[in-house]
């Protein structure tokens, strides 16, 4: 277990819907990061997150917004969800932007 | 722009035999090299890291160098054994503090 927990694990949605995902990240750790994995697919960097402020921004589509809370918690809303969104969504936290960034067990997206 | 080059895509190996992937990274200001391990179904788990004031390290049976000036790190991993079988990942920190990974590696060790 990394301490990093994301729910839900998997969702199941229509095209056109809306989404939030949820990332809690280690005791500790200020900075939260999102990634999209498609099937046999690399990770690709959204958006990173430092002590509830944006730090750092990745390909990012329009249709997806990040914030992360005062409990520094995040969520990853994705919206008018197209087929190809279709993916494994994972978060990592670390303590600073130069140490290890621990995963979630990501939340499988499956849009249809 | 930032990205981080990995190769191969895939790579199998006898068991005992040593295994390497290359990474190449394009920002100069980066400065944190983690490689991560990510079983099937999984998620991604660090196994090594190096910074940039180090030019080499080594766990066990794995090692990681890094060439600051070519801009390249490589994993290396010897005695491979089955359970070595995984997508493994290179990643780089850059100067605007985003951590890019490489597309990854498929690494299948043969019994």
């Known amino acids: 277990d990394s301490g990093v927990t994301q729910t839900p694990k998997h969702l199941i949605t229509a095209t056109g819907q809306r989404v939030t995902l949820r990332c809690s990240p280690r005791?500790?750790?200020?900075?939260v990061y999102w990634y999209q994995q498609s099937l046999d697919q690399g990770l690709q960097f959204l958006i990173q997150?430092?002590?509830?402020?944006?730090?750092a921004k990745g390909n990012i589509l329009e249709r997806f917004s990040a914030q992360q809370f005062p409990d520094l918690h995040s969520e990853l809303n994705l919206s008018s969800l197209e087929l190809g969104d279709s993916a494994l969504y994972f978060c990592?936290?670390?303590?600073?932007?130069?140490?290890?960034?621990?995963f979630g067990q990501g939340t499988r997206l499956t849009v249809v | 722009g930032e990205n981080v080059e990995q190769h191969p895509s895939t790579l199998s190996v006898q068991e005992g035999d040593s295994a390497v992937i290359k990474c190449t990274y394009s920002?100069?200001?980066?400065?944190?090299f983690p490689w991560y391990k990510q079983e099937l179904g999984k998620r991604p788990q660090l196994i090594i890291d190096?910074?940039?004031?180090?030019g080499e390290k080594k766990d066990q049976r794995i090692a990681v160098t890094l060439n600051k000036t070519a801009k390249h790190f490589s994993l290396h991993i010897t005695e491979t054994q089955p359970e070595d079988s995984a997508v493994y990942f290179c990643?780089?920190?850059?100067?605007?503090?985003?951590?890019?990974f490489g597309t990854g590696t498929r690494l299948q060790v043969f019994p």
């Open positions: 990592a936290s670390s303590g600073n932007t130069n140490t290890e960034a621990f």
């Open positions: 005791s500790g750790d200020l900075s």
């Open positions: 997150y430092y002590n509830g402020e944006e730090r």
């Open positions: 920002d100069s200001a980066s400065n944190y």
């Open positions: 190096i910074r940039s004031n180090v």
């Open positions: 990643a780089a920190t850059t100067n605007t503090d985003k951590l890019i």
